[in-house]
T-cell receptor, first 109, second 113 residues
Framework: GQNIDQPTEMTATEGAIVQINCTYQ??????LFWYQQHAGEAPTFLSY??LDGLEEKGRFSSFLSRSKGYSYLLLKELQMKDSASYLC??????????WGAGTKLIIKP | IAGITQAPTSQILAAGRRMTLRCTQD?????MYWYRQDLGLGLRLIHY???????GKGEVPDGYSVSRANTDDFPLTLASAVPSQTSVYFC????????????FGQGTRLTVV
């Protein structure tokens, strides 16, 4: 079966750095996405990785290792507005997105 | 403002009733999707459409139907609602089925009683 694993919840301090991990087992791989979802709102796109390595976009970076079935999202200089759920999704061989359950990130002052 | 719009934003529905959730996008995206999101679970694909005139079944299609008569609209119908269909429903669209990001509507919170 297909599976995406992420931690259920993480807590971090304002101004710090946090790494959210995602491991996946899917039938084929055509890219990995990270989305942010604030409570009661729609998911919004953060990053996309299809090749191994690090993609940096401002305070957010995403890393992919296809051989390990592993990705992480790195958030730097955390702000209170970063409190949200972070969703990992993999596009499989049928080009459908398989979603993890999301990681709820709590930022404390 | 270009985007994807869902209606209604919330609804309480009696079991056994028929209900259509509406979704419209003005980005001329080819692909559209319907997901449900339940606490503790990831987004689960109900139905999808890669282009106008075609639809396909996702992971949890039972009890739901869709149509794609044109590029912009992708309604989701519950023929006879059951309490297990209580969920938050998200419509999404993307320019293609490859590496392009999906844009989501604001969601419809449906409660079946």
């Amino acid at each position: 079966g297909q599976n995406i694993d992420q931690p259920t919840e993480m807590t971090a301090t304002e101004g710090a750095i946090v790494q959210i991990n995602c491991t996946y087992q899917t039938s084929g791989f055509n890219g990995l996405f990270w989305y942010q979802q604030h409570a009661g709102e729609a998911p919004t796109f953060l990053s996309y990785n299809v090749l191994d390595g690090l993609e940096e976009k401002g305070r957010f970076s995403s890393f992919l290792s296809r051989s390990k079935g592993y990705s992480y999202l790195l958030l730097k200089e955390l702000q209170m507005k970063d409190s949200a759920s972070y969703l990992c999704a993999v596009r499989d061989s049928n080009y459908q997105l398989i979603w993890g359950a999301g990681t709820k990130l709590i930022i404390k002052p | 403002i270009a985007g994807i719009t869902q209606a209604p934003t919330s609804q309480i529905l009696a079991a056994g009733r028929r209900m259509t959730l509406r979704c419209t996008q003005d980005m001329r995206h080819n692909a559209m999707y319907w997901y449900r999101q339940d606490l503790g679970l990831g987004l689960r694909l109900i139905h999808y459409s890669n282009t106008a005139g075609t639809t396909g079944k996702g992971e949890v299609p039972d009890g739901y139907s869709v149509s794609r008569a044109n590029t912009d609209d992708f309604p989701l119908t519950l023929a006879s609602a059951v309490p297990s269909q209580t969920s938050v429903y998200f419509c999404a669209s993307s320019a293609g089925t490859g590496g392009t990001e999906a844009f989501f509507g604001q969601g419809t919170r449906l409660t079946v009683v």
